[in-house]
């Protein structure tokens, strides 16, 4: 196999964790779309579906993973899963819906949920303060997220269904807060250009509400927040983000943090509960789909970009983690993105 890894013996853990979060965040290629930004009177309630029914509704590509998020300006509101399980959000407060599961947002009690496709169409907000005889409730903004190549992509396997961020927690790792008082400046300015510069912010602050989330991920866990902040395993899943080609083997691996093999590897299973050989294999795996959809690369070209000097090998891995071939798999996605 190509031989491209580099030694991260004396790499420090804050450069470590931040090249791997780039890479993960940046290989999502994460765009935002605001929605709705409106004032409710209680009693009130808004049904969200499923991220499937919200790519069809705003006409994005299938292999696209849309997530939908609400931020409370002021007021408070109910999320409630299709579970039934309730999360109530506060001013300065927000949830991004990683889970992709239908859920509602209300406040107070109400028979019916006004789906978010008759707001979406133009329909009339029946709940406005002006409209009924009632104060002024929650004001929200909400809207999607979309992110791509989510297959293998680690740090998307570990986050939550739902992610909740509060904006007046001050981290050292992130900025949220600013980024949001950022949005909200721009959207109340209303000036030219107005409309990009905020879409640009949402993809911001998806990324602001992930690293919030990493800082505070407990370590006890077996997680792959916790694998990367681990001094020595956080060093290890670097060099194989930093080069999937490298003929990685656990014994290189452990070579590269100082470490015997056995404790190596018993210790990265424990921090993220897989094995190191597998890790590499599913990053190998996204690399590879990557590659696939957004070039015109030879798949014997990627295969060996991402370790394999065998086309035959990267095919047989590639379907069995993926489920077709690699032709087969770029044929589809370039037809779900035309």
């Known amino acids: 196999m190509p031989d491209t890894a580099v030694s991260f013996a004396d790499t420090t853990v804050p450069s470590g964790i931040s090249s791997v979060v780039d890479d993960t965040l940046r290989s999502l290629r994460i765009s935002g779309s605001l929605l709705l930004r409106e004032t409710y009177a209680p009693p009130w309630s808004i049904a969200i579906p499923a991220s499937g029914q919200l790519t069809s509704l705003l006409g994005i590509a299938a292999s696209v993973h849309v997530v939908a998020f609400h931020l409370v300006e002021f007021g408070h509101c109910t999320i409630t899963g299709a579970d039934g399980v309730e999360v109530l959000l506060t001013a300065g407060e927000m949830a991004i819906c990683f889970g992709g599961t239908a859920h509602r947002i209300s406040e107070g009690k109400t028979a019916k949920s006004q789906p978010v496709e008759e707001l979406l169409a133009g329909c009339p907000n029946l709940r406005r303060p002006d409209l009924v005889d009632s104060p002024a409730g929650t004001s929200l903004l909400c809207g999607v997220f979309m992110l791509h190549h989510t297959p293998f992509n680690p740090l998307v396997a570990a986050l939550p269904p739902l992610l909740r961020a509060s904006l007046s927690r001050p981290g050292e790792l992130h900025n949220l807060s600013g980024v949001a008082r950022l949005m909200t400046d721009e959207m109340n300015r209303n000036a030219l250009g107005g409309g990009y510069v905020v879409d640009r912010l949402l993809e911001v602050l998806c990324a602001e509400a992930v690293r919030a989330h990493i800082e505070a991920a407990p370590h006890r866990e077996a997680s792959w927040f916790r694998g990367i902040k681990d001094p020595v395993i956080g060093r290890a899943i670097a060099a194989i983000h930093a080069a999937p080609g490298a003929d990685w083997t656990v014994q290189r691996l ?46 014997e070209q990627i295969a060996a970009r991402v370790g394999y000097e065998s086309l035959a090998a990267f095919s047989r891995t590639f379907k069995k983690h993926v489920g077709i071939s690699p032709a087969a798999w770029r044929t589809r996605e370039r037809q779900t993105t035309t």
């Open 254 to 299: 452990s070579s590269d943090v100082a470490m015997s093999p056995s404790r190596f590897a018993a210790r990265f299973s424990e921090a993220l509960g897989d094995s190191p050989m597998s890790y590499a294999t599913k990053w190998r795996m996204n690399v590879a789909c990557r590659e696939l959809a957004g070039t015109q690369q030879g798949v």
